[in-house]
């Protein structure tokens, strides 16, 4: 991720990067040098609610066949 972070940074300078680390509340894990040196901001966990709320539908149309998303318990 760090080189396309610094061609971005450096191609784009006014492009505002963000970094959310896949973590759930409570995980506190450090964030890597490399590339907070190139984010604008970095988040360092996701909260359920947000994962809820931006999960794709149960079926996705496509040109052929459907994607079902997969169940799970």
């Given at each position: 991720m760090t080189p396309s972070l610094k061609a971005i940074k450096e191609d784009f300078p006014e492009i505002q990067v963000g970094i959310?680390?896949?973590?759930?509340?409570?995980?506190?894990?450090?964030?890597?040098?490399?590339?907070?040196?190139?984010?604008?901001?970095?988040?360092?966990?996701?909260?359920?609610?947000?994962?809820?709320?931006?999960?794709?539908?149960n079926r996705v149309p496509t040109r052929k066949k459907p994607a079902d998303k997969p169940y799970y318990r």
């Open positions: 959310i680390l896949p973590h759930r509340e409570g995980i506190d894990r450090g964030v890597s040098g490399s590339l907070q040196n190139y984010a604008s901001w970095v988040r360092k966990y996701i909260k359920i609610d947000e994962l809820q709320t931006h999960q794709f539908p």
